[in-house]
């Protein structure tokens, strides 16, 4: 309970933290950057921009530029932000290409990305401060700052959320579970000569197919062929698959001796 209270609380930190980085001058374009869902299988994440101006680059209370504002970002984003003067700036979603890694090492995948922003208004350069976050609790972020401090850059590594590793190794351990009692109820019925016991032959097939359902169930949506699938669910289905065939098999041979038997 205690160690489960722990991670819920790091786990919930980790969301909760801003990474901030750029320029801290009063007068700046300020950006909030916040990861709304990384898409693993199409290699993008979707990033949620708001744009402040502030000190004597924004009027209205920091709602609308002074003049033309262009936000140039880095080349793994797929475009650019243009706000015209004196309009009431609105959040824009972005997408951001994803590298390294493969959703194939599900739950084990990590990737990485660059996310950069630098202004022009007016024609000229003006400085940025980032305030960078992350809302996808399937995910956790990993920010590595420019050395400088002045730029506003991440480098940014992005692993599955601990949540979501514990679970899915809870997945893996409750297949090999069920395929050893699987294993277990055959060993019982073909070492004992029990015949064709119906229940325990639906209780076997039952498995099998709740098994699928219950990979299914894993959070992300991982391809199949992934690690969970070669670790624990392919491996779970054999077993399962020909404990059910060698059971049945045993059964009617014993019933067909048994029956020949009392007919002699």
Request: glycine share 8%.
């Amino acid at each position: 309970m205690s160690v489960g209270s722990r991670l819920q609380f790091s786990e919930r930190q980790a969301t909760d933290t801003v990474h901030a980085v750029g320029s801290r001058a009063a007068d700046r374009v300020e950006v909030e950057a916040v990861v709304q869902s990384v898409d693993a299988s199409g290699r993008e994440l979707v990033l949620r921009v708001r744009v402040t101006p502030r000190g004597a680059l924004g009027e209205e209370e920091a709602t609308a530029p002074v003049d033309d504002l262009s936000l140039q970002t880095s080349v793994a984003t797929l475009s650019d932000l243009e706000f015209k003067a004196h309009e009431r700036l609105t959040p824009k979603d972005v997408q951001v290409a994803i590298t390294g890694g493969s959703i194939g090492d599900y739950p084990f995948d990590t990737y990485e990305t660059d996310i950069e922003f630098w202004a022009l208004m007016g024609g000229k350069e003006v400085p940025v401060r980032m305030l960078f976050s992350n809302n996808d609790t399937r995910f956790s972020a990993f920010t590595t700052p420019p050395a400088s401090g002045q730029d506003a850059v991440v480098k940014l590594r992005l692993s599955r959320s601990t949540s979501l590793l514990v679970f899915s190794v809870f997945m893996m351990v409750v297949m090999w579970a069920l395929a050893s009692s699987v294993l277990l109820g055959a060993w019982y019925l073909t070492t004992r000569g029990e015949g064709v016991v119906w229940p325990a032959l639906a209780w076997m097939a039952a498995t099998l197919f709740a098994l699928s359902a219950f990979r299914n169930t894993a959070p992300g949506a991982p391809p199949i062929g992934c690690v969970m699938d070669w670790f624990a669910f392919f491996w779970a289905e054999t077993v399962i698959a020909l404990c059910l065939i060698v059971v049945v098999t045993t059964g009617v041979r014993g019933a067909i001796r048994s029956e020949g038997t009392h007919r002699a």
